[in-house]
T-cell receptor
């Protein structure tokens, strides 16, 4: 049973560019949450998607947007990249039973 | 939980000994859950243990146990019989229902042989 799959694993972008990160949830899970983890810090909640809609959002600017597809997979889009957006981006899925399964993350470097 | 505090940036323990990682939380919610995760250098967050605010008994999962003191708003993780593979970053986190998780700053655990 595959867990949460994130792609790509690593990414290098130039300041001002746009990036799309992808997440496939664990089988049986219908909710996807995204977190940003700066080096040496705990993860910070970006937003959560359920039934293809953004259900909850953290304190992140509108440059961060997302989408959830009918198969429950999700994308995180970041526009106008800043150096400060360099971080590990984690996707977590959850379902009817309380519990969150995290992926291995996408490490984004903005140069 | 709205705020999670982990005051130990780093901890050292000898192999086969027990270690306690501290976590305090601050929340006005009546119903909440507390989670501990392990994050090795690969980056993946590995679920260890969960405690619900209404659970009367402390949670246990193999070598992991959670010392939950509701009045003190603390949820310390106890790892018994430490192994070299336990060396990693450990995060305490909290949340309500199926919403967002709030994480602490983490504690780096190093297990010495």
């Amino acid at each position: 049973d595959a867990g949460v799959t994130q792609s790509p694993t690593h990414l290098i972008k130039t300041r001002g560019q746009q990036v799309t990160l992808r997440c496939s949830p664990k089988s049986g899970h219908d909710t996807v949450s995204w977190y940003q983890q700066a080096l040496g810090q705990g993860p910070q909640f970006i937003f959560q998607y359920y039934e293809e809609e953004e259900r909850q959002r953290g304190n992140f600017p509108d440059r961060f947007s997302g989408h959830q597809f009918p198969n429950y997979s999700s994308e995180l889009n970041v526009n106008a990249l800043l150096l400060g957006d360099s971080a590990l981006y984690l996707c977590a899925s959850s379902g009817p039973v309380l519990g969150y399964t995290f992926g291995s993350g996408t490490r984004l470097t903005v140069v | 939980a709205q705020k999670i505090t982990q005051t130990q940036p780093g901890m050292f323990v000898q192999e086969k000994e027990a270690v306690t990682l501290d976590c305090t939380y601050d929340t006005s919610d009546q119903s909440y859950g507390l989670f501990w995760y392990k994050q090795p250098s690969s980056g993946e967050m590995i679920f260890l243990i969960y405690q619900g605010s209404y659970d009367e008994q402390n949670a246990t999962e193999g070598r992991y146990s959670l010392n939950f003191q509701k009045a003190r708003k603390s949820a310390n993780l106890v790892i018994s019989a430490s192994q070299l593979g336990d060396s990693a970053m450990y995060f305490c986190s909290g949340g309500t229902s199926y919403g967002k998780l709030t994480f602490g700053q983490g504690t780096i655990l190093t297990v010495h042989p």
